[in-house]
Protein backbone atom coordinates (compact mmCIF):
# COMPACT_ATOMS: atom_id res chain seq x y z
CA UNK A 1 0.00 0.00 0.00
CA UNK A 2 1.35 3.83 -0.63
CA UNK A 3 2.71 5.87 1.84
CA UNK A 4 0.29 8.51 2.39
CA UNK A 5 2.60 11.67 1.34
CA UNK A 6 3.04 14.15 3.60
CA UNK A 7 1.47 16.83 2.17
CA UNK A 8 -1.85 14.88 2.27
CA UNK A 9 -1.57 14.38 5.85
CA UNK A 10 -1.40 18.67 6.19
CA UNK A 11 -4.30 18.72 4.50
CA UNK A 12 -6.58 15.94 6.25
CA UNK A 13 -5.47 17.09 9.42
CA UNK A 14 -6.61 20.72 8.78
CA UNK A 15 -9.27 19.42 7.33
CA UNK A 16 -9.98 17.22 10.92
CA UNK A 17 -9.38 20.56 13.14
CA UNK A 18 -11.65 22.22 10.53
CA UNK A 19 -14.63 19.60 11.04
CA UNK A 20 -13.82 19.45 14.80
CA UNK A 21 -14.12 23.31 15.19
CA UNK A 22 -16.92 23.48 12.90
CA UNK A 23 -18.87 21.07 14.72
CA UNK A 24 -18.66 24.06 17.87
CA UNK A 25 -21.47 25.70 15.92
CA UNK A 26 -23.14 22.63 14.40
CA UNK A 27 -23.98 21.65 17.97
CA UNK A 28 -24.85 24.89 19.31
CA UNK A 29 -28.20 25.47 21.59
CA UNK A 30 -31.21 25.73 19.23
CA UNK A 31 -32.08 28.49 22.05
CA UNK A 32 -28.44 30.09 22.33
CA UNK A 33 -26.90 32.82 19.66
CA UNK A 34 -25.52 31.55 16.28
CA UNK A 35 -23.91 34.65 15.08
CA UNK A 36 -22.16 34.62 18.79
CA UNK A 37 -21.02 31.01 18.03
CA UNK A 38 -19.62 31.92 14.55
CA UNK A 39 -17.80 35.04 16.19
CA UNK A 40 -16.51 32.89 18.61
CA UNK A 41 -15.06 30.22 16.15
CA UNK A 42 -13.61 32.88 13.49
CA UNK A 43 -11.61 34.45 16.67
CA UNK A 44 -10.88 30.89 17.36
CA UNK A 45 -9.96 29.51 14.05
CA UNK A 46 -6.34 30.89 13.99
CA UNK A 47 -5.16 29.37 17.27
CA UNK A 48 -6.05 26.01 15.86
CA UNK A 49 -3.98 26.30 12.68
CA UNK A 50 -6.97 27.32 10.37
CA UNK A 51 -6.34 30.08 8.04
CA UNK A 52 -9.81 32.01 6.73
CA UNK A 53 -7.60 33.79 4.03
CA UNK A 54 -9.61 32.47 1.38
CA UNK A 55 -12.72 33.91 2.48
CA UNK A 56 -15.35 32.16 0.21
CA UNK A 57 -13.26 28.96 0.69
CA UNK A 58 -13.57 29.07 4.00
CA UNK A 59 -17.21 30.16 4.03
CA UNK A 60 -17.90 26.58 1.54
CA UNK A 61 -16.53 24.46 3.77
CA UNK A 62 -18.23 25.97 6.71
CA UNK A 63 -21.39 25.11 5.35
CA UNK A 64 -20.74 21.99 4.22
CA UNK A 65 -19.86 21.00 8.01
CA UNK A 66 -23.08 22.72 9.52
CA UNK A 67 -25.56 20.69 9.80
CA UNK A 68 -29.07 21.51 8.57
CA UNK A 69 -30.70 22.66 11.66
CA UNK A 70 -27.62 25.07 12.59
CA UNK A 71 -27.73 26.21 8.85
CA UNK A 72 -31.29 27.18 9.83
CA UNK A 73 -30.66 29.00 13.00
CA UNK A 74 -27.71 30.70 11.83
CA UNK A 75 -29.78 31.75 9.07
CA UNK A 76 -32.61 32.85 11.21
CA UNK A 77 -30.41 34.68 13.52
CA UNK A 78 -28.60 36.87 10.66
CA UNK A 79 -32.18 38.02 9.44
CA UNK A 80 -33.78 38.65 12.79
CA UNK A 81 -30.50 40.63 13.82
CA UNK A 82 -31.21 43.05 10.41
CA UNK A 83 -34.66 43.42 10.57
CA UNK A 84 -34.13 44.77 14.46
CA UNK A 85 -31.40 46.91 13.11
CA UNK A 86 -33.34 48.23 10.27
CA UNK A 87 -36.35 49.06 12.56
CA UNK A 88 -33.54 50.70 14.81
CA UNK A 89 -32.20 52.91 12.10
CA UNK A 90 -35.59 53.69 10.91
CA UNK A 91 -36.53 55.27 14.63
CA UNK A 92 -33.18 57.19 14.08
CA UNK A 93 -34.11 58.35 11.01
CA UNK A 94 -37.26 59.76 12.28
CA UNK A 95 -36.23 61.55 15.35
CA UNK A 96 -33.85 63.10 12.65
CA UNK A 97 -36.20 64.10 10.19
CA UNK A 98 -38.96 65.38 12.31
CA UNK A 99 -36.11 67.70 14.28
CA UNK A 100 -37.77 70.96 15.29
CA UNK A 101 -36.35 74.61 14.13
CA UNK A 102 -35.70 76.76 16.20
CA UNK A 103 -38.43 79.35 15.78
CA UNK A 104 -40.79 76.21 15.17
CA UNK A 105 -43.08 77.90 17.86
CA UNK A 106 -43.04 82.21 16.50
CA UNK A 107 -44.20 80.76 13.02
CA UNK A 108 -41.32 79.45 11.15
CA UNK A 109 -41.89 76.45 9.33
CA UNK A 110 -41.18 73.81 12.04
CA UNK A 111 -38.95 71.11 10.29
CA UNK A 112 -35.15 71.50 9.76
CA UNK A 113 -34.82 68.57 7.64
CA UNK A 114 -37.12 67.22 4.22
CA UNK A 115 -38.66 64.20 4.62
CA UNK A 116 -36.59 61.32 4.15
CA UNK A 117 -36.86 60.07 0.64
CA UNK A 118 -37.45 56.34 1.26
CA UNK A 119 -40.20 56.67 4.10
CA UNK A 120 -42.12 59.22 1.59
CA UNK A 121 -42.12 56.36 -1.22
CA UNK A 122 -43.50 53.57 1.35
CA UNK A 123 -46.13 55.89 2.76
CA UNK A 124 -46.96 57.80 -0.81
CA UNK A 125 -47.46 54.16 -2.16
CA UNK A 126 -49.45 52.83 0.44
CA UNK A 127 -51.82 56.43 0.23
CA UNK A 128 -51.63 55.54 -3.77
CA UNK A 129 -53.60 52.12 -2.99
CA UNK A 130 -56.10 54.13 -0.53
CA UNK A 131 -56.82 56.50 -3.52
CA UNK A 132 -57.78 53.66 -5.82
CA UNK A 133 -60.02 52.09 -2.73
CA UNK A 134 -61.69 55.94 -2.89
CA UNK A 135 -61.83 55.82 -6.23
CA UNK A 136 -63.62 52.50 -6.58
CA UNK A 137 -65.66 53.56 -3.74
CA UNK A 138 -66.66 56.67 -5.63
CA UNK A 139 -67.36 55.03 -9.06
CA UNK A 140 -69.79 52.41 -7.75
CA UNK A 141 -71.98 54.23 -5.58
CA UNK A 142 -71.97 57.02 -7.99
CA UNK A 143 -70.67 59.79 -5.75
CA UNK A 144 -68.96 63.28 -6.40
CA UNK A 145 -66.26 64.74 -5.39
CA UNK A 146 -64.34 68.26 -6.16
CA UNK A 147 -60.53 68.97 -4.85
CA UNK A 148 -59.67 72.40 -4.82
CA UNK A 149 -56.00 72.93 -5.24
CA UNK A 150 -55.10 76.86 -4.48
CA UNK A 151 -52.29 78.59 -3.23
CA UNK A 152 -49.61 81.21 -3.63
CA UNK A 153 -47.53 80.49 -6.67
CA UNK A 154 -44.57 77.94 -6.53
CA UNK A 155 -46.64 75.98 -3.50
CA UNK A 156 -46.19 72.53 -5.20
CA UNK A 157 -49.79 72.56 -6.07
CA UNK A 158 -49.24 70.98 -9.73
CA UNK A 159 -47.09 68.31 -7.99
CA UNK A 160 -49.24 67.29 -5.00
CA UNK A 161 -52.23 67.21 -7.73
CA UNK A 162 -50.20 64.87 -9.95
CA UNK A 163 -49.32 62.50 -6.92
CA UNK A 164 -52.85 62.60 -5.99
CA UNK A 165 -54.16 61.41 -10.04
CA UNK A 166 -50.50 59.39 -10.77
CA UNK A 167 -52.37 55.71 -10.55
CA UNK A 168 -56.65 56.78 -10.68
CA UNK A 169 -58.39 55.82 -13.35
CA UNK A 170 -58.96 58.72 -15.88
CA UNK A 171 -61.98 57.77 -17.16
CA UNK A 172 -63.42 58.91 -13.74
CA UNK A 173 -61.19 60.99 -12.38
CA UNK A 174 -59.66 64.09 -14.06
CA UNK A 175 -57.91 67.54 -13.83
CA UNK A 176 -59.15 70.87 -14.21
CA UNK A 177 -56.53 73.81 -15.26
CA UNK A 178 -58.68 76.38 -17.04
CA UNK A 179 -56.63 79.17 -19.36
CA UNK A 180 -57.82 83.08 -18.67
CA UNK A 181 -61.39 83.69 -19.68
CA UNK A 182 -62.78 84.16 -23.34
CA UNK A 183 -64.33 87.44 -23.90
CA UNK A 184 -67.68 85.38 -24.20
CA UNK A 185 -66.77 83.71 -20.77
CA UNK A 186 -66.01 87.55 -19.17
CA UNK A 187 -69.80 88.52 -20.34
CA UNK A 188 -70.80 85.35 -18.41
CA UNK A 189 -71.89 84.85 -14.10
CA UNK A 190 -68.17 84.33 -12.61
CA UNK A 191 -69.11 80.55 -11.79
CA UNK A 192 -70.90 79.65 -15.19
CA UNK A 193 -67.21 78.34 -16.53
CA UNK A 194 -66.60 76.16 -13.22
CA UNK A 195 -69.93 74.84 -13.13
CA UNK A 196 -69.00 73.09 -16.46
CA UNK A 197 -66.46 70.79 -15.26
CA UNK A 198 -68.40 69.99 -11.91
CA UNK A 199 -68.31 66.04 -11.53
CA UNK A 200 -71.07 63.74 -12.76
CA UNK A 201 -71.76 60.73 -10.42
CA UNK A 202 -69.15 58.86 -10.06
CA UNK A 203 -66.18 60.92 -10.98
CA UNK A 204 -63.62 62.64 -9.41
CA UNK A 205 -62.94 66.09 -10.02
CA UNK A 206 -59.25 67.72 -9.48
CA UNK A 207 -59.46 71.60 -9.45
CA UNK A 208 -55.94 72.98 -10.28
CA UNK A 209 -56.87 76.45 -9.19
CA UNK A 210 -60.69 78.03 -9.13
CA UNK A 211 -62.89 80.34 -9.04
CA UNK A 212 -60.96 81.14 -5.93
CA UNK A 213 -58.56 83.19 -8.61
CA UNK A 214 -60.92 86.42 -8.47
CA UNK A 215 -60.28 86.14 -4.60
CA UNK A 216 -56.80 86.39 -5.13
CA UNK A 217 -54.48 86.60 -8.70
CA UNK A 218 -57.09 88.50 -10.13
CA UNK A 219 -57.45 91.51 -7.79
CA UNK A 220 -53.57 91.88 -6.99
CA UNK A 221 -52.71 91.75 -10.78
CA UNK A 222 -55.69 94.37 -11.57
CA UNK A 223 -57.67 91.95 -13.66
CA UNK A 224 -61.05 92.69 -11.87
CA UNK A 225 -62.70 95.06 -10.03
CA UNK A 226 -62.82 95.84 -6.22
CA UNK A 227 -66.71 95.61 -6.59
CA UNK A 228 -66.44 92.22 -8.23
CA UNK A 229 -63.67 91.03 -5.92
CA UNK A 230 -66.64 92.14 -3.02
CA UNK A 231 -69.50 89.88 -5.28
CA UNK A 232 -67.45 87.07 -5.93
CA UNK A 233 -66.72 86.75 -1.92
CA UNK A 234 -70.60 87.47 -1.09
CA UNK A 235 -71.89 85.00 -3.47
CA UNK A 236 -68.99 81.83 -3.01
CA UNK A 237 -70.51 80.73 0.16
CA UNK A 238 -74.21 80.20 -1.20
CA UNK A 239 -72.49 78.66 -3.85
CA UNK A 240 -70.24 76.15 -2.11
CA UNK A 241 -73.55 75.41 -0.50
CA UNK A 242 -75.63 74.11 -3.26
CA UNK A 243 -72.41 72.03 -4.00
CA UNK A 244 -72.77 70.02 -1.26
CA UNK A 245 -76.15 70.16 -0.39
CA UNK A 246 -75.88 68.48 -4.08
CA UNK A 247 -74.28 65.43 -2.80
CA UNK A 248 -70.35 66.62 -4.01
CA UNK A 249 -68.16 65.89 -1.20
CA UNK A 250 -65.69 69.41 -1.53
CA UNK A 251 -62.09 69.65 -0.33
CA UNK A 252 -60.72 72.90 -0.11
CA UNK A 253 -56.45 72.57 0.38
CA UNK A 254 -54.56 75.75 0.68
CA UNK A 255 -51.17 75.27 0.09
CA UNK A 256 -48.79 77.78 1.73
CA UNK A 257 -45.21 78.51 1.40
CA UNK A 258 -42.83 81.03 2.61
CA UNK A 259 -41.11 83.88 1.19
CA UNK A 260 -37.62 82.26 1.50
CA UNK A 261 -38.90 79.08 -0.24
CA UNK A 262 -40.76 80.68 -3.35
CA UNK A 263 -37.76 82.61 -4.16
CA UNK A 264 -35.53 80.18 -4.26
CA UNK A 265 -38.36 77.83 -6.36
CA UNK A 266 -38.57 80.63 -8.70
CA UNK A 267 -34.92 80.48 -9.43
CA UNK A 268 -34.70 76.89 -9.71
CA UNK A 269 -37.93 77.44 -12.48
CA UNK A 270 -35.69 80.02 -14.14
CA UNK A 271 -32.44 77.43 -14.68
CA UNK A 272 -34.10 74.43 -15.04
CA UNK A 273 -34.80 73.53 -18.54
CA UNK A 274 -37.58 70.94 -17.38
CA UNK A 275 -39.53 73.46 -15.43
CA UNK A 276 -39.27 76.73 -16.81
CA UNK A 277 -42.41 76.87 -18.93
CA UNK A 278 -43.83 77.10 -15.15
CA UNK A 279 -42.42 80.79 -14.76
CA UNK A 280 -44.94 83.00 -15.69
CA UNK A 281 -45.05 86.83 -15.57
CA UNK A 282 -47.33 86.65 -12.77
CA UNK A 283 -45.12 84.51 -11.06
CA UNK A 284 -42.33 87.12 -11.51
CA UNK A 285 -45.00 89.87 -10.77
CA UNK A 286 -45.47 88.45 -7.37
CA UNK A 287 -42.58 88.31 -6.05
CA UNK A 288 -42.57 92.04 -5.53
CA UNK A 289 -46.22 91.56 -4.26
CA UNK A 290 -45.83 89.49 -1.30
CA UNK A 291 -47.75 91.92 0.98
CA UNK A 292 -50.35 92.09 -1.27
CA UNK A 293 -50.96 89.01 -1.71
CA UNK A 294 -51.12 87.98 1.93
CA UNK A 295 -53.81 90.89 2.12
CA UNK A 296 -56.11 89.21 -0.22
CA UNK A 297 -55.73 86.08 1.06
CA UNK A 298 -56.48 86.89 4.94
CA UNK A 299 -59.42 88.73 3.54
CA UNK A 300 -60.40 86.14 1.30
CA UNK A 301 -60.07 83.38 3.85
CA UNK A 302 -62.37 85.69 6.24
CA UNK A 303 -65.24 85.71 3.46
CA UNK A 304 -64.74 82.11 2.56
CA UNK A 305 -63.99 80.12 5.26
CA UNK A 306 -67.43 77.82 6.48
CA UNK A 307 -68.45 74.95 8.68
CA UNK A 308 -69.74 73.41 5.16
CA UNK A 309 -67.13 73.95 3.39
CA UNK A 310 -63.78 74.73 5.61
CA UNK A 311 -59.84 75.70 4.02
CA UNK A 312 -57.29 73.05 5.43
CA UNK A 313 -54.03 75.01 5.01
CA UNK A 314 -50.90 73.20 4.12
CA UNK A 315 -47.56 74.21 4.69
CA UNK A 316 -45.54 73.37 1.95
CA UNK A 317 -42.16 73.91 2.38
CA UNK A 318 -41.10 70.03 2.25
CA UNK A 319 -43.12 69.14 -0.87
CA UNK A 320 -42.72 65.86 0.58
CA UNK A 321 -44.95 66.36 3.81
CA UNK A 322 -47.35 68.54 2.10
CA UNK A 323 -48.23 65.92 -0.55
CA UNK A 324 -48.43 63.09 1.82
CA UNK A 325 -50.59 65.71 3.98
CA UNK A 326 -52.87 66.53 1.36
CA UNK A 327 -53.49 62.62 0.38
CA UNK A 328 -54.35 62.24 4.38
CA UNK A 329 -56.87 65.16 4.29
CA UNK A 330 -58.85 63.82 1.02
CA UNK A 331 -58.81 60.38 2.70
CA UNK A 332 -60.00 61.25 6.14
CA UNK A 333 -63.16 63.19 5.61
CA UNK A 334 -64.48 60.70 3.97
CA UNK A 335 -66.04 56.95 4.21
CA UNK A 336 -65.34 54.10 1.67
CA UNK A 337 -64.98 50.35 1.36
CA UNK A 338 -62.02 48.78 2.88
CA UNK A 339 -60.38 51.96 4.41
CA UNK A 340 -57.26 51.36 5.99
CA UNK A 341 -56.41 54.00 8.79
CA UNK A 342 -53.43 52.93 9.84
CA UNK A 343 -52.29 52.94 6.03
CA UNK A 344 -53.49 56.58 5.89
CA UNK A 345 -51.94 57.61 9.19
CA UNK A 346 -51.78 60.77 11.24
CA UNK A 347 -52.54 64.47 9.52
CA UNK A 348 -49.26 66.57 10.36
CA UNK A 349 -51.07 69.03 12.52
CA UNK A 350 -46.96 70.78 12.86
CA UNK A 351 -47.62 71.81 8.93
CA UNK A 352 -51.94 71.17 8.83
CA UNK A 353 -54.05 74.50 9.74
CA UNK A 354 -57.12 75.41 10.13
CA UNK A 355 -57.86 79.18 9.10
CA UNK A 356 -57.84 80.62 12.34
CA UNK A 357 -54.57 79.03 13.02
CA UNK A 358 -53.13 80.51 9.68
CA UNK A 359 -54.71 83.87 10.42
CA UNK A 360 -52.87 83.74 13.75
CA UNK A 361 -50.09 82.90 12.22
CA UNK A 362 -49.62 79.09 13.40
CA UNK A 363 -48.93 80.24 16.75
Known sequence: MPKESKESKTAQNAENKLESVFDDVALVDPKGDAIAALKDLLKRAPSLGIEAADSEEFTVKFMEFLHKESRTKLLHDFIEREVVKSKAAKRRNLEHI????????????????????????????????????????????????????EGRDA????????????????RSARTVALPKPTDQEKGQWYFQRYVAHLPSPGEIVLFDRS???????????GFCTPEQTQQFLGEVPFFERCLVDSGI???????????????????????DPIRRWKLSPVDIASLDLWDNYTEAIDHMFRFTESPTAPWTIIRSDDKRRARLNAMRIVLSGIDYEGKDVEAIGQ???????????YLRRYR
Open 98 to 149: NDLAEDADKGGYPYIHEYDEKLYEDELFNLQVELLKLQRHVLENKQKVVIIF
Open 155 to 170: AGKGGTLSRITENLNP
Open 347 to 357: IDGRIVKSVNE
Open 249 to 271: YLVKLWLDVSRKEQKRRFKQRRV
Open 211 to 221: WYNRAVVEPVM
